[in-house]
């Protein structure tokens, strides 16, 4: 008998008749002897409804009362599942995440969970009970509600195995496993069966919203087993894990990328130590944060200055540095928020060469103009015109021959 932590994201809890799917699941878990935690997200839909309502009077409306006001979608998911479980003979207990005190930081929009009183779930569980846990929600050492970030779900079911020590977590969504690509994008895009942690973290964090990426963190650092499958049809799924010998040892193992990216750029900067600090600096203070930077080689004294924050970010970073402009001795600043990021991660770039100038030449052969680039140990990303975005990744995914299976090495 093992103790599984399942969650079910927004599309399999989208109506009456996927939650009483999402029932015959947890019913055929139940029957093998297991004991089960559910989380559950918000209906598909209900989040950016409830979004946009609570724009309708100023945007940004206020962060306490957005997560006040978002955490409803989770709350009646869990209800509703919790009476569907019942109604088939199931015993079970929703909670939201302050009932089950699930307690963050007080960062409104985006808090981090700092602790998790697990008692009252071991309670239930020893009383035969599936637990039924509202994802995406905490609450703060003062009693506030709080949110965990768009796909805060995935991190509140993974929290909540580590806290349990519970033999697997299962992400169950609207596709089987985590692909070499968003199949979305690139229908050739392949199933992992496996992805080390590392790798995962980087799709994560370059834009694959399969999983959030805090839920990556705390799976890493906690050594919980992870699991992504989906809701609809049966199948192995991608299993998340430390890196080992027998996963496949090949040179990219996924493209990522993002829509949420801008980019802005300053013009005839004083090309003096300080500057790039002094700019950076009065970003960060505007809570604003920087993701690529490019400073090129002065001439004449002067040089240019370009770096790329959140889309979200874009007005507010444009309007700081035009008002700054003069102070921080900059000539002009431009902007353009119609950009986005393209990754190819693989451990295998630690020991090959060459990765950068596939990767180049395949976005050369179909026209696309790399406007920045930045590397790391294991990624490349590029940032090119937005309306290129779709055209390099179908491009990205045949060079590197992600549609084929590996061939081991
Ligand atoms: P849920 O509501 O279940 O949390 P999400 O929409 O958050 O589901 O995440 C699942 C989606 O992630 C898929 O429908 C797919 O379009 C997208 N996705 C992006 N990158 C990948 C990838 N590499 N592998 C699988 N899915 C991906
Ligand atoms: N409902 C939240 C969202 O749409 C959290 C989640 O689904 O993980 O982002
Ligand atoms: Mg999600």
Known sequence: MALIVQKYGGTSVGSVERINAVVDKILATRAQGHDLVVVVSAMSGETDRLLKLAKS??????????????????????GLLSIALEARGCPARSYTGGQVRILTDSAFNKARILEIDS????????????????????????????TLGRGGSDTTAVALAAALKADECQIYTDVDGVYTTDP?????????????????????????????IRSVEFASKYNVPLRVLSSFVEGPGTLIAPEDQTMEQVLISGIAFSRDEAKLTMLGVPDKPGIASQILGEVADANIEVDMIIQNIGADGLTDFTFTVHRNDYKKALDLLRNKAVVLGIREVRGDNRIAKISVVGLGMRSHAGVASIMFKALANEGINIQMISTSEIKISVVVDEKYLELGVRALHEAFHLDEPPVKQ
């Open 57 to 78: 009077f100023t945007d940004p409306p206020n962060p306490r009362e957005l997560d006040v006001i978002l955490t409803t979608g989770e709350q009646v998911t869990i």
């Open 119 to 146: 008692d009252r779930v071991r309670v239930d569980l020893s009383l035969n009970r599936v637990v039924v846990v509202a994802g995406f929600q905490g609450v703060d050492a003062q009693g506030n509600i709080t």
């Open 184 to 212: 979305r994008i690139v229908p050739q895009a392949r199933r992992l069966d496996r992805i080390c942690f590392e790798e995962m973290l980087e799709m994560a964090s370059l834009g694959s919203k399969v999983l959030q």
